[in-house]
């Protein structure tokens, strides 16, 4: 029960932290005024491309550097989760360990995704060339 508490919590952190970029995004694709251009021209109906990219490899690299971002904030909480977790041991050898192989796997996994991500962009620098 405790993993399913902390699993839900760890989402709600992640989704605190994604939503202020989506409304700015919001914003700034309608141009801060909260205004529409379909309100605007009358009874032309337009609708507006969300995305400021143009071709496809832009938009993967929108995708990755958000998930980076995101995935970045997660390994930084776990990394906190990890030294807390240490740090309130009060001397138990079981909750020293668990703290510690938190911090590991958070930093190990942070070096399979970055590896990932350098992988990525080579393989679609070299394709697009």
């Known amino acids: 029960m405790a993993k ?8 709600f952190l992640v989704s605190l932290a994604v939503i202020p970029a989506l409304v700015q995004a919001q914003n700034t694709a309608v141009g801060g005024s909260g205004q529409s251009d ?10 507006n491309n969300p995305l ?3 071709t496809p490899q832009l938009l993967i690299g ?5 998930v980076l971002g995101v995935v ?11 030294g807390l977790t240490w740090m309130t041991s009060a001397g138990s050898q079981e ?7 938190i911090i590991l796997w958070s930093a190990i996994g942070l070096v ?3 590896t990932a991500y350098a992988m990525t962009r080579f393989v ?6």
């Open 52 to 54: 400021s990219v143009d």
């Open 95 to 101: 909750k020293v360990k668990k703290g510690r192989d």
């Open 124 to 129: 679609l620098s070299t394709i697009v060339q």
């Open 72 to 82: 970045g904030s997660l390994a930084l909480l776990m990394f906190i989760y990890g």
């Open 112 to 114: 399979v995704i970055f």
């Open 4 to 11: 399913i508490r902390n699993v839900v919590f760890t989402l």
């Open 62 to 66: 929108l995708v990755i550097n958000s």
């Open 38 to 47: 379909a309100a605007a021209s009358g009874n032309v109906i337009k609708l």
